[in-house]
């Protein structure tokens, strides 16, 4: 048996700790505080959200569950450096025993990146790149409320250097939630834009993680580790349902402002797409981002 047949004989398949899904599923975070006993949550989202009241049903869980709750609002699309700076300032004013992300990717990202910088006591930008956490955060759980980046249970982390004019991202299976809580009635608020570019995002993460390489064609040497495992079983069998949905969903939750089915049904899909590309791999689209969206901010 060769080196090659060696190394590839195996996949691996990271997730979230625990993945909570469907309508109302935010009060889970109640539970969750008195079991765990949680004092003190740091809630990081962004202005747009908290004047949508989309933030208020997790302070209200948080409140029932006796959490102290402090809330960084200065989230941005896609997040510059300087403001995952004043993120981590406020983790370590606040010490929080748990960090919250509530938003669409660029909230949930930075959530991923100020776990790290708290616990680790780096800079920011020391995450950038493949596996620079050192090790566990503190726990972290992310609910999005966008249906699309599936940031909820990636391994990714995404930030804008604002000076290179760039997108940069770190991944580390120390960047995947402790827990992704996935409400779909998070998202019905998402203007039409919003919900139409976060469909077609969830929808190229599957048709990437479906059409990428093999992971027994990986050239990955023997004794080393890669960002992407590779296309397997598993992850082709959650991008070919998440396919499927977005066929069926897409338009009408993007269109039909009452569809809250359809809504539900792409809160799902981008989830499910964000377990396999998160595990396979994406391929030249995502690549594109990075030197694009830091130029025209179109991701
Ligand atoms: N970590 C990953 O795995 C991963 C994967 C893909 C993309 N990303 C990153 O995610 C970011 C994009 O995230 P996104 O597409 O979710 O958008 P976003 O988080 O940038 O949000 C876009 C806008 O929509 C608003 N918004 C979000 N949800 C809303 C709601 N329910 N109601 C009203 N307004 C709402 C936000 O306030 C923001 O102004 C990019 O930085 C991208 O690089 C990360």
Redesign the pocket.
Known sequence: MGEANLTRANWSFGTPGQLIFGRDSVTQLTTLAGRLGWQQALVIT????LD?K?VEPVLLALAAGGVQVEVFGE?????SIAVAEASMALANEVKPDVIIGV???????LS?NTAAAFTHQGHPTDYFGFDKVPGPTIPLVCL???A????EV???????DTEQQI?I?GQSEY?RPDWAIVDPQ??????RQ?AA??GI?ALT?AIEAITTVDFDQLEIPLGETCAYDGRTELTSSLAERAIRICGKSLISAVNSPDDYQAKDQMALAATLA?MA??NSGVALV?AM?YPM?GELHC?
Do not use: I, Q, R
């Open positions: 962004d202005a747009n959200l949508a989309v989230g941005e699309a896609e997040p938003g669409g990717g660029s909230n949930l990202d991923k999005p409320t966008t699309g980046t599936g940031s990636s391994h990714s982390m995404v930030l804008t997108k991202s960047f998070l998202t019905y608020s998402c203007p919003v570019d976060s995002d993460h964000g590309f998160s995502h981002e969206g991701s």
